[in-house]
């Protein structure tokens, strides 16, 4: 499910991951402890994977009142999780800004001079309905150009009176929902993520350079079902 990551075989070359991670009020107490926990348990695997090591670098994006680049893209044996911190609205759309600069400043194209990174990785997390205006965020993202669009997975944590999955699916690849939401099904998501980033930074090494490497996802937790 996840393509065109493929390219020029180089070790200097970078597997951009980026978590969008929903801190609005709604998330306090269990939910956002479960996430602080899920980014410890995301970085604590994916350092024990040699390949994830060589090729991967992670991002976080969190999105309340307002949107802001917690860490910038950093190697996974540099990265330090932060402890995030649960307030305020739904700013989607902000966050998809926020994005939307972060690929242009943070991944490399190719050219004459070097390797460009591989198709970006991003794994949006939200429980509610944006607050903001989304829709001309979700214009540029997809307006980018070829070399630097990214991959989009997208988890909506509520039912679908709290979640709209038709906004998620205009933003996203491929979209999951979490109707029960708990501090274990998210571990389990963070746990799935963590396994899907092996699984394409193994696939990005592994494939000769003039092809295009495809990772499959596998199927999400139980109790997390695939809308699109």
Partial sequence: ????????ESQSRR??????????????GNKIEAVNEGVKLLTSQLIKDPMAIETAYLSIITFDSDARQLIPLTAINDFKPPKIEARGATSLGAALKVLNEALDREVRANSAEQKGD?????????DGRPTDNWEAAIAALRNRPKQKVATIIALGCGSPAEV??????????????????????????????????????????????NQEAVAELSNPPEGIRILI
């Fill in 15 to 28: 597997l951009p991951i980026y978590l969008l991670l929903d801190t609005s009020g709604s998330m306090m």
């Fill in 164 to 209: 709209d999955g038709e906004i998620l699916k205009k933003i996203a690849n491929v979209v999951l929902m979490m109707d029960n939401v708990s501090a274990d099904q998210i571990s389990k998501f963070f746990q799935w993520v963590s396994q899907s980033v092996a699984t394409a930074s193994k696939s990005a090494q592994m494939t000769p350079a």
């Fill in 1 to 8: 499910m996840f393509d065109n990551i493929s390219g020029i």
């Fill in 118 to 126: 591989y198709k970006p990785l991003v794994f949006l997390m939200t």
